[in-house]
């Protein structure tokens, strides 16, 4: 049974940092790119970031670019994002997500405000 589950949201200030994780089973993680995606409130899916098998290349959409950071450690089989200098525009629910085989998780909320 495949699973992703994404953790590590919450409520924060603007400024502020948090770190999501995507733990993911059931499939070989170390086969395949994992994205992040959000999604703003009464927006749509915005890709945010990817990573490829190993973690070497990495990817950002334009305005996230020099604050968020991706990274993997397939060992444990999980994907972080670093999300600095988070600003009010980045409140969405983020997903975890194997776009190529349409794995996805249910998402965690992250809200900034003051």
């Known amino acids: 049974q495949v699973q992703l589950v994404e953790s590590g949201g919450g409520l924060v200030q603007p400024g502020g940092s948090l770190r999501l994780s995507c733990a993911a089973s059931g499939f070989t993680f170390t086969n395949y790119w994992i994205h992040w995606v959000r999604q703003a409130p009464g927006k749509g899916l915005e890709w945010v970031s990817g990573?490829?098998?190993?973690?070497?290349?990495?990817y950002y959409t334009d305005s996230v670019k020099g604050r968020f950071t991706i990274s993997r450690d397939n060992a444990k089989n999980t994907v972080y994002l670093q999300m600095n200098s988070l600003k009010s525009e980045d409140t969405a629910l983020y997903y975890c997500?194997?776009?190529?085989?349409?794995?996805w998780g249910r998402g965690t909320q992250v809200t900034v405000s003051s």
């Open positions: 990573t490829d098998f190993d973690g070497v290349n990495t």
């Open positions: 997500a194997d776009i190529f085989q349409d794995y």
